[in-house]
């Protein structure tokens, strides 16, 4: 009997800067996750067209008929360009489907962008990588945390609308998301909430213990360190495309965040792999 209930069958981060298409004919043969994490693409799954962006997490399930289209839309940046990013895991398992089963699972999930789930998301891909004995056990333990943690987004999700305080938070929150790759301000998060600047980041700050920019700047950061790690943009070009203003001011944050230089973080992670 196969040891691996929730056996990871293929994982990886996609990044589409030219226009791409994919559609089963039978039906999806296993469990499909797709996070979003940067750019906007347009998927169909059972005849329902749906726009994933930022934070967008795709649930599917075996027969399930998938559709992925990426083109030229409107991006954070306000240009009109094919930019789309995103982490995919293929799965099985017997775990898996009790999972499914126990609870109502929306085919679309709104995932924070947090260093946990990326977290697990990397590591996930780091050990079905590396393929052989211990690594394929952890890569199904990784996955198991990432469907748990995906499980818990789906209990907390955001607050009904009306209920105040804590609503208008997650509401900036998610703007912040959407928006973390492209110049932001924070007079464009208070606005988004119809609340005075000083105001909006005293709730923020009071729910969430860090400040609007200190978000923006973990979101960018992470996700730098995602390209760095799984595409084969220069350097300077993943601090371009992050939202830093400069390579050097990239250089500086990405140091101080990881304790190595963004060429150092790169070479050490590729040197793990192998």
């Not at 347009?42 to 649930?59: A, K, S, T, Y």
């Not at 293929?90 to 260093?115: D, M, N, Q, T, Y």
């Not at 697990?120 to 890569?139: D, N, S, V």
Request: with cysteine; proline share 4%; aromatic share 12%.
């Amino acid at each position: 009997m196969n040891a691996l209930v929730c056996e990871v069958l293929d994982a990886g981060y996609s990044c589409h800067t030219k226009p791409f298409y994919v559609a089963t004919k039978r039906g999806l043969r296993s469990y499909l996750i797709r996070f979003q994490i940067e750019g906007f693409c347009q998927v169909i799954v059972n005849g329902e067209q749906m726009r994933l962006g930022p934070g967008d997490l795709l649930l599917c399930k075996p027969k399930d008929q998938y559709e992925l289209r990426v083109e030229a839309e409107t991006q954070q940046n306000g240009n009109v360009e094919v930019m789309s990013g995103d982490y995919y895991f293929f799965c099985r398992g017997s775990w898996l489907e009790e999972w499914w089963k126990r609870s109502a699972k929306p085919p679309l999930v709104k995932l924070p962008i947090s260093e946990t789930a990326l977290h697990l998301c990397r590591q996930t891909i780091l050990e079905h990588r590396r393929g052989k004995g211990i690594a394929k056990e952890m890569a199904e333990y990784y996955m198991r945390l990432l469907f748990l943690t995906i499980e818990r987004a789906i209990s907390e999700h955001r607050p009904a609308p009306g209920i105040g305080k804590s609503f208008l938070a997650y509401e900036m929150k998610s703007y912040i998301e959407e928006h973390a790759l492209s110049p932001i301000k924070l007079e464009d998060v208070a606005n988004h909430v119809d609340l005075s600047v000083s105001r909006a980041v005293h709730l923020y700050k009071a729910m969430f213990g860090q400040t609007i920019m200190q978000y923006v700047q973990q979101i960018r950061l992470s996700v730098a360190r995602e390209r760095i790690l799984f595409s084969k943009m220069s350097l300077e070009q993943i601090a371009e495309t992050s939202g830093f203003n400069s390579y050097t001011y990239f250089y500086r944050v990405f140091r101080a965040r990881y304790g190595v230089s963004p060429k150092e973080y790169r070479r050490n992670e590729m040197d793990a792999i192998d």
